[in-house]
């Protein structure tokens, strides 16, 4: 394990000294196996809070209807799928962590993979919660599902997006979860190897039977790339066909081809910004500095700053073919997100996602941990406009002035959404306890002792080019807590 | 022959082994273990025990949770002896008669559902208003009184036939007066019991008393041609038309007919003809009929008087007094000399009329139409309407006589004055002084309520009757249903009161129509009478026509308009106001009717309220925004109401619509807006319905129900299509785009095969006058819910169809200001012209909301239809986002089942008015316009029965059916000789958003302006 010599250009990605194997699973499992602190208490009763104020609305619209949102004739749809594609698309990370860069070799990915594929799971559970809870008749959600019934030949419109989307939704779902729980069985073992009583029960069934030899190990990591190798094209296709729920239509702002690109760039965009929002304060709050390091954060910045500026390509070729195409109700859909009522969520997606993000250009910036929690809860922000921009800005608006409307959200439709928030954290906060929050298994794979040691002897042998000896140097000094005057004598 | 044959079952048989003769022996070959079960363990066991409690248990368990469940119990009464004449599923119709309108009333298995005008009926032709729609939901009202009520408290019929008429007997013995308050009477048998009545009572008068009267119009000919009468006027004889506030297509006498006779200039026929009259309209606030004028001028109340002198002056070459005091309105000024040398070029075929209700002002029409020969072409005097007789000065006077205590009796039949007279203070004061006063009114109202007794009359569904609306022409009203509540028809408390011989009412009507009616119309006996209930009229000849000539001097009439408008001229500070009926409510009398509450105003698309119409300028200098809530002060009277921006209100005016502000009308109507009625003035013995008034901001905001908040059509010509009577004669299809290239995208798409029938519909946007009759009829046709006015602030209404309505404004002559951001900028907003377009559902061929279903619950049928499976939608809302014409409509709240909606219709009486033909709609399902495919299918299967192929016109949706102006045709596109395949081939048909592709099944026909170059 990481006992080959490695290259000296690469930054390490464990950062401390003296970290050991025994080390790593000290350290990730302390929440797992001890009481959980103050601010765990205190961030589990206002997470739990507002997902009691999500049951509550989500049963509200159930017993009343669909009328306690603000929806009305012409927007039919507002925060409902607004917040089911926002949650989506921050589903997005965990599966590009887990598998397309697995597939690439990203090492890096090792210590944030577990806590993204758990933030994708959460986060889809809150995406579905929104499937059913916005259908005016949600004791018939099983409907879109082509079951076999009763009801006389009686199918599903295979032509319907939304069909193509409960296939995706579906699909991505338990992939995730399978993927995500397999990557879990060497770690619950693990706990179970240390674990006493009823805990040691209850970890003995989830892991399996692990028994962690040579050829456990080997079929671990061959179905880990098997399944890596499914969800790759599911990273590409929920979003996709999430996109076509609005490009297959004919309504002007919807009707675009650009949309699947622009859908899964954005997802990653959120998804990202997402983990970076919660692994910031996680790492800090669970003392893993030491694997979740200054490295990942920049790395992680790097890529919101390109998906994000995809994201920016994508809406300047929107307004480029609005303008090109001539169509009247299309040009008339762009102009009025700057210059219609609601011009504020316009400037809020455009500010957010692409103005915003482009700070990373800075190196200072991408290494600042407050700027950098800040500007990814700010692409979240601008994230959720965009989809409110698409969805309410281009309804409100269409062809038929005569319908053309306001949409005004409810108590419920606000509760609705900021109880999905609190539902989310609910079971954030209780996986964190629970669970390892870093795939020890994986993490120990990148374990810098061999490697360093290789490297030292390079360093004291002496004969590699002084800059790139300058630049392990300098990496050191931005990702390590190392003694660097270990190094100066070599 | 004998068979030896022997057969056997087997081997054993054949070879008789021993164990086989053994077991022979025996019934059944293998033994059956009874002894053992009898015997052995199996009853004494412990297990049997066990398994019975468990059983048991288990068995009452089950039969408790499913008894859990609660089945609701329908109670479906079979006839015991069916009515001949009824088979269940099966609509009856019956001919009857709505103010005056042959009408057909649609009764199922006893009951009426809905009300269709009579295809031979002289004023509709079958067309028929929305108030006559909604008519029948009236009949099922639950707040109706459902017995005879004194002094508030309930009464039996008996006692109180007994306590008036000794209450009569003193009265008369007494000498002292006896009142009959009615609102016009058309009917002859009602007249004649009255006539009756009052022969029993001398003392007693009949006074008839109209909320919103015509007492000008009618002394106005008493004076000019010493004939008491309100003219019949013939829009459709008149090439140029001239109107002063007169809102013919909207409220102004008998708007069904008016809008019938104005389209037929007009319509597609016309047109093809190369025919159209020329329509100009003076105004104060825009009306229904100001907004389909080819030229319409906003003026102020203080100015029509001016206004009609300079029109007197130019056409007659004459000089009255008073033609300057037009020059602060140089527009006016000059479309009065337009409109003048129009009128005098079109002699014989012109009409001048003026909505004003001030004797002098009609003299001064009447000396216009004079001059331009209309006398005996359009209008005519010899054959008048009856529909308004009302006397402001009779009604004065009475007012006068009670509060002298000079009346012992008053007794109101469809009037209600302490609600809608101006002096309301008055006749309660004066009641309180009379001895005996009684109510007809089938609702508790504000009169009925501090009356003596009431005495509840029928519904007019449950009466017998007649009317005669106009000279000539009588109808018969029938029954449809017994009497829902313990009511009594007014006439035949009127007979038993006054001591009558006739059994009962119908006795009495038969009686008058066997001995004076029936015979004008050529019937005779039995026979005649029967032939009348199934045609539902008769009709004399009409009397020739007299010529008149007008001599009356005009010089003290000028003067009178003078002072009249100097009283008007607002003094700075102040604001002139005008009141105006609105289409739904009119004088207010039926504000309990929610179907009417949320029919949106046909210019303003306001719902369940009035407000003050002010004029955009006006808004900015004032600094107002719609809803404003302002105070309004006029004679003494001050009320609290919201303001909304007019285009098209004279500057520096207002205008309130009255009818609203009942205070006992019931659930639905109380509080809907303020009454402004009090408002009204009195002037040379008529009732003013203009004034000057100040106006004070108060900083609340009331937000307005509209259901139409954006008003222009952002130059999105696919949507509207208009041109000019120039253009049109020059190329009649110049802006239908019918020439241009039409790329076909087909290629991509399967054709839908129609292979018997395909459905679709023409509209005629120069036809629609805006109405709002076939969106009643819509909902009275389709169950669709009445969701109330905060629904409606939400955007949420359910009408099947509506009529989309768009300003444009004219700027320096180019007709064409739409968008936005251009109107903004504007600062004139008098030159607005406006476009009506009935939307429903398009049925397009490919139809966006089917692709996107995921549960196919809107799927296309094989006639061109679109249909939707209630039953299978789960609401997921994606057709309705993806429509691009935006008219299906989502259940959002279950309307039939939800406490917080109960105020409308989900009563058990009032869903009794339900079609049986269509369900009502589960929340959480989408719905929309069907095409009304109940009616397609019961023409269907009418003409399988009759073994025929169905006829062009044999199936009429419910919107085409109640059209008055028939501006709205359906049929079957496959038959080339229907009438909507004839509509369709019109060069001005397009379609709307052609360009997507969605090949709607409804066409639409450019609007045509007859704008002639002159008109600035």
Same mark, same amino acid.
């Given at each position: 394990?990481?006992s ?6 690469r ?22 196996e001890n009481?959980p ?20 609305a ?8 669909i ?11 507002a925060?409902?799928?607004?917040g ?11 599966t ?30 809150c ?14 959600a ?7 019934n009763?009801?006389?030949?009686i199918w599903?419109n ?15 779902f338990?992939?995730?979860?399978v ?5 879990l069985?060497?770690d ?6 240390r674990a006493?009583?009823?805990?040691q029960k ?6 399996f ?11 671990f ?5 098997i ?6 094209p ?10 076509m729920d609005f490009?297959?239509?004919l ?6 081809t650009?949309f699947?690109?622009?859908f899964?760039?954005g997802a ?5 910004a997402?983990?970076q ?5 996680t790492?800090?709050?669970l ?9 990942h ?6 890529i ?5 500026s ?20 299309e ?36 290494r ?8 990814s ?9 965009e ?5 309410v ?11 053309w409307?306001m ?26 306890r629970?669970?390892?929050s ?6 120990k ?22 800059e ?5 140097k300098?990496?050191l000094?931005?990702?390590d ?6 190094y100066?004598?070599? | 022959m ?7 079952k ?5 070879d008789?082994?021993t ?7 025996h ?6 273990? +009874?002894? #053992?079960? %009898?015997?052995g363990?199996g009853?004494m =066991? /412990?297990?049997? !025990?066990?398994?019975f409690?468990?059983?048991l248990?288990?068995?009452v ?10 089945v ?10 069916k ?14 008669t ?10 199922r ?8 005008g009579?295809?031979n ?6 067309g ?12 099922y009202?639950?707040?109706r009184?459902?017995n ?7 009464y ?7 306590? +008036?008429? #000794?209450? %009569?007997t003193?009265?008369?013995a007494? =000498? /002292?007066n006896? !009142?009959?308050?009615?609102?016009t009477?058309?009917s ?16 007693a ?29 013939s ?9 002063f ?5 909207g409220?102004?006498?008998?708007p069904?007919?008016?809008i ?5 200039t ?5 047109l093809?003809?190369k025919k159209?009259s ?6 104060t606030?825009l009306?229904v009929?100001?907004s389909?004028?080819d ?8 100015e029509? =008087? ?6 007197y002056?130019a ?25 003048a040398k129009?009128?005098v ?5 012109a009409?001048?009329i ?5 004797v ?10 004079s001059l331009?020969?209309?006398?005996g072409?359009?209008i ?7 529909q ?12 006068a ?21 101006y ?14 006063s ?16 009431v ?10 009757g007649?009317?005669?609306?106009l ?18 028809q ?5 007979l ?5 011989a006739?059994?009962?009412y119908y006795t ?5 129509w066997?001995q004076k009616?029936l ?20 009709k004399a000849a ?6 008149y000539s ?5 010089d003290?009439v ?35 009717n ?7 105003d ?11 119409n ?8 004032w ?8 105070k ?6 001050s009320?609290?109401?919201?303001v ?5 209100q004279?500057?520096?005016t ?10 006992i009308s019931?659930?639905v109507g ?12 009195l ?8 004034g000057?008034a100040t ?11 509209q ?9 999105r010509?696919?949507?509207i ?5 120039k253009?049109y ?10 020439e ?5 995208y087909?290629l ?6 129609h ?10 946007l120069?036809?629609c006058t805006g109405?709002?009759?076939c969106v ?9 819910p009445?969701?109330?006015?905060d629904?409606?602030r939400?955007?949420?209404?359910m009408?099947?169809i509506r009529i989309?309505?768009y300003?444009?404004f ?5 007709g064409?200001?739409t968008?936005?951001?251009e109107?903004a ?5 008098d ?6 377009q009935?939307m ?8 966006p ?5 995921p ?8 006639e061109?239809?679109?249909h939707m499976?209630?039953?299978r939608c789960?609401g ?16 959002w709240?279950n309307y ?5 909606f109960?105020?409308?219709?989900q009563n ?5 008015v339900l079609?049986p ?11 929309k316009?069907s ?31 109640t ?19 004839k509509?369709l081939?019109?060069d001005?048909?397009?379609y ?19 704008i002639t170059?002159t008109?600035?």
């Open positions: 394990m990481a080959h010599s490695e290259s000296i250009i930054e390490p990605l464990i950062t401390g000294d003296n970290i050991t194997y025994a080390q790593i699973t000290n350290d990730v499992l302390r929440p797992v009481m602190g103050r601010a765990w208490w205190i961030g589990f009763t206002i997470a739990s809070l507002g997902a009691s104020l999500w049951v509550f989500v049963s509200w619209t159930f017993w009343y209807g009328g306690e949102w603000g929806l009305n004739k012409t927007v039919g749809w925060w409902d799928i607004t089911f594609v926002w949650w989506v698309g921050i589903g997005h990370a965990g590009l962590i887990s598998a397309i860069l697995l597939l690439f070799r990203q090492n890096w990915r090792n210590s944030i993979n577990r806590s993204a594929e758990a933030m994708t799971i959460f986060a889809v559970i995406a579905a919660t929104y499937v059913v809870s916005h259908m005016g008749r949600p004791w018939l099983y409907w879109p599902l082509p079951l076999p009763q009801f006389g030949s599903v295979f032509n319907s997006p939304l069909v193509w989307d409960v296939f995706a939704i579906s699909t991505y338990s992939v995730s979860l993927f995500w729980y397999t990557g069985l060497p619950l073992a693990s706990i179970r190897d006493t009583g009823i805990r209850i970890y003995s069934v989830m892991s039977g692990w028994t962690g030899s040579v050829k456990t190990w080997q079929r990591e061959t179905v880990c790339l399944l890596a190798g499914i969800s790759t599911l990273v590409l296709s929920v979003h996709t066909i999430v996109s490009a297959t239509s309504e002007p702002g919807w009707h675009t650009i699947p690109p622009y899964v760039a990653i965009f959120s998804g990202f997402m983990v929002t919660l692994l910031l304060v790492r800090k709050v003392g893993l500095e030491n694997y979740i390091t200054m490295f954060i920049e790395a992680m910045n790097k919101i700053l390109l998906t994000g995809i994201v920016g390509v994508a809406y300047l070729t929107e307004f480029f073919i609005a303008y090109y195409s001539g169509n009247e109700y040009r008339y859909t762009f102009l009025n997100r700057f210059i219609g009522p609601y011009w504020w969520a316009g400037c809020m997606m455009y500010g957010c996602n692409v103005l915003m993000t482009q700070l990373m250009w800075f190196k200072s910036v991408r600042n941990i407050p700027i950098s929690w800040v500007l809860i700010v692409v979240n922000i601008g994230m959720w406009f989809r409110f921009v698409i969805i800005v281009s309804l409100h608006r269409d062809f038929l002035p005569s319908s409307a949409f005004h959200p409810t108590w419920v439709d606000m509760s609705v959404f900021i109880g999905s928030i609190g539902l989310f954290f609910t079971m954030f906060l209780l996986f964190i629970v669970l390892p870093i795939a020890m298994g994986e993490v794979l990148i374990l810098k002792s061999t490697s360093e040691q290789a490297k030292k002897k390079l360093l004291a042998h002496g004969d590699l080019d002084p790139q000896v300058k630049y392990y300098d990496s000094v931005k990702f807590s190392v003694e660097i005057a270990d100066q004598k070599v | 004998d068979s030896n044959k022997k057969y056997w087997g081997l054993e048989e054949l008789q082994t164990e086989f003769v053994e077991l022979n022996k019934e059944f070959a293998e033994p059956i273990p +009874i002894e #053992d079960v %009898l015997t363990g009853l =066991g /412990k297990t049997p !025990r066990r398994d409690l468990k059983a248990g288990f068995g368990g089950a039969v408790s949770l499913a008894a859990c469940q609660p609701p119990v329908h109670k479906s009464m079979p006839y015991l002896i009515p001949e004449e009824i088979t269940p599923g099966v609509a009856n119709f019956y001919v009857s709505y103010e005056g309108q042959a009408i057909l009333v649609k009764t298995e006893g009951r009426p559902i809905k009300v269709e009579n295809p009926d002289l004023i509709g032709k079958g028929l208003s929305a108030r006559a729609q909604a008519s029948v939901l009236d009949l009202d639950i707040n009184l459902k005879p009520v004194k002094n508030n408290g309930d039996g019929w008996e006692q109180l036939d007994n306590f +008036i008429k #000794d209450e %009569l003193a009265i008369k007494g =000498g /002292k006896i !009142r009959l308050i009615t609102s009477i058309t002859p048998s009602t007249l004649a019991v009255i006539a009756d009545f009052i022969t029993a009572f001398p003392t008068k009949h006074i008839n008393y109209d909320a919103v009267s015509y007492t000008g119009i009618i002394q106005g000919n008493q004076n000019s041609f010493g004939k008491a009468v309100l003219p019949h006027y829009f459709d004889n008149a090439d140029v038309i001239v109107s506030g007169a809102d013919f297509l409220t102004w006498i008998s069904v007919e008016f019938r006779q104005y389209v037929q007009r319509n597609n026929k016309s093809e003809a159209m020329r329509h100009i309209h003076f105004e606030g009306s009929t100001g389909n004028a030229a319409r001028i906003p003026i102020k109340p203080s029509e =008087g001016p206004a009609l002198i300079s029109l002056n056409i007659s070459g004459k000089t009255l007094p008073g033609d300057a005091s037009l020059t602060n309105n140089k527009v006016a000024a000059n479309a009065i000399a337009l409109a129009e009128l070029a079109a002699k014989g075929k009409l001048v003026a909505g004003s209700n001030d002098a002002t009609q003299i001064l029409v009447n000396a216009i139409n331009l020969g209309s006398y072409t359009t005519d005097l010899d054959n008048p309407s009856h308004f007789a009302g006397n402001d000065s009779e009604f004065t006077e009475f007012v006589e009670m509060n002298r205590g000079e009346v012992d009796a008053v007794f109101f039949l469809d009037a209600n004055p302490v609600y809608d007279y002096k309301s203070k008055d006749v309660v004061s004066g009641l309180k002084k009379v001895r005996l009684v109510s007809f009114s089938d609702h508790n109202d504000e009169t009925a309520n501090i009356c003596t007794a005495a509840p009359n029928h519904h007019y569904l449950e009466s017998w007649d009317d005669n609306a000279e000539g022409y009588y109808t018969i009203l029938q029954p449809t249903i017994n009497p829902v509540y313990d009511t009594r007014a006439e035949h408390s009127l038993v009161w006054s001591g009558s006739a059994k009962d009495y009507v038969r009686n008058n066997d009616l015979t004008i119309g050529g019937l005779t006996g039995q026979k005649g009478w029967e032939t009348l209930l199934q045609t539902g009229f008769i009409p009397k020739a026509a007299g010529s007008f001599t009356y001097a005009l003290s000028s003067q009178k308009i003078l002072d009249h408008s100097k009283a008007l001229a607002a003094a700075s500070g102040s604001v002139e106001f005008a009141l105006y009926q609105t289409v739904a409510l009119r004088d207010g009398k039926r504000a309990n929610p179907w009417l509450q949320e029919l949106p046909p210019v303003s698309k306001v719902t369940w309220d009035n407000y003050a002010v004029s955009p300028s006006d808004m900015k200098k600094g107002y925004e719609d809803g404003d809530a302002v309004i002060e006029a004679n003494g009277y009320i609290t109401i919201p909304l921006s007019q285009p098209g004279a500057q520096g207002i205008s309130l619509a009255v009818g609203y502000g009942r205070t019931g659930p109380d509080n809907v807006g303020k009454n402004t009625f009090p408002l009204y003035s002037r040379n013995g008529t009732l003013q319905t203009s000057v106006l004070k901001p108060t900083g609340d905001n009331w937000p307005l129900a259901t139409q908040t954006h008003h222009s059509i952002e130059g010509n696919s949507i299509k208009e041109a000019t009577f253009e004669v020059k190329n009649p299809a110049a802006r239908s785009g019918e241009e290239d039409h790329k076909d087909d991509f798409w399967q054709k839908y095969e292979p018997t029938y395909n459905w679709v519909m023409a509209i005629d120069n036809a109405c709002g009759a009643v009829a819509c909902s009275a046709e389709n169950n669709v009445v969701v109330g006015k629904e409606v939400r955007r949420r209404e009408h099947w989309d309505r300003y444009s004219d700027d320096n002559g180019d064409g200001k968008e936005e951001h109107i900028n504007l600062d004139n907003f030159n607005v012209r406006v476009v009506y009935p429903l559902c398009q049925h397009c061929d490919h139809a909301c089917e692709t996107v279903c549960v196919l619950a809107t799927v296309h049928s094989s061109g239809l679109n499976a209630y039953n789960v997921t809302r994606y057709c309705a986002n993806n429509c691009p014409y935006k008219v299906r409509r989502f259940n709240f039939w089942n939800d406490a917080r109960e105020n409308y219709i058990d009486h009032t869903v009794l079609n033909d269509v369900v009502t709609r589960f929340r959480g399902v989408m719905e316009c095409m009304c495919i109940q009616r397609i299918q019961a023409g269907k299967l009418k003409a399988k029965i009759e073994k025929r192929p169905l006829k062009d016109g044999d199936v009429k949706v419910a919107c085409q059916q059209c008055p102006a028939n501006a709205i045709v359906m049929g079957d596109a496959n038959d080339p000789n229907s009438e909507v395949s509509a081939k019109s001005r048909t397009y709307v958003l052609e360009e997507l592709g969605t090949q709607p099944g409804v066409g639409y026909q450019v609007k045509v302006r007859n170059e008109e600035a």
